[in-house]
């Protein structure tokens, strides 16, 4: 069974940081692309960042480039999230997510999905 735990959300003043994990069971990385999506209330679940596990490539949601950084331990099965220069505009459950499609961040393609963890930024 595949299990994704997303984790390090919290409550965060404007300007500041977190890193999000998001780590895996059942799986293993080394093939598959892992999403970070996040949808705010009232809105659409948006593609955040994502990345290629089996070769590194990386992509990110303009919205946050610059801002935000994934990264993968493919020894831990984990990814993360660096999530700096916090907006307000950022508040979301942030959703981690595992595709079998390289570097994509559309989410019909994500076929294992993770619980998410809530990050608010106050202003």
Request: glycine residues 12%; contains cysteine.
């Amino acid at each position: 069974e595949v299990q994704l735990q997303a984790s390090g959300g919290g409550l965060v003043q404007a300007g500041g940081s977190l890193r999000l994990s998001c780590a895996a069971s059942g799986i293993t990385f080394d093939d598959y692309t892992i999403g970070w999506f996040r949808q705010a209330p009232g809105k659409e679940r948006e593609g955040v960042s994502c990345i290629s596990s089996s070769d590194g490539t990386t992509r990110y949601a303009d919205s946050v480039k610059g801002r935000f950084t994934i990264s993968s331990d493919n020894a831990r099965n984990t990814v993360y999230l660096e999530v700096n220069d916090l907006k307000p505009e950022d508040t979301a459950v942030y959703y981690c997510a595992v595709s079998n499609v390289a570097a994509t961040l559309l989410s019909g393609f994500y076929i294992f999905w993770g619980q998410g963890t809530l990050v608010t930024v106050s202003s």
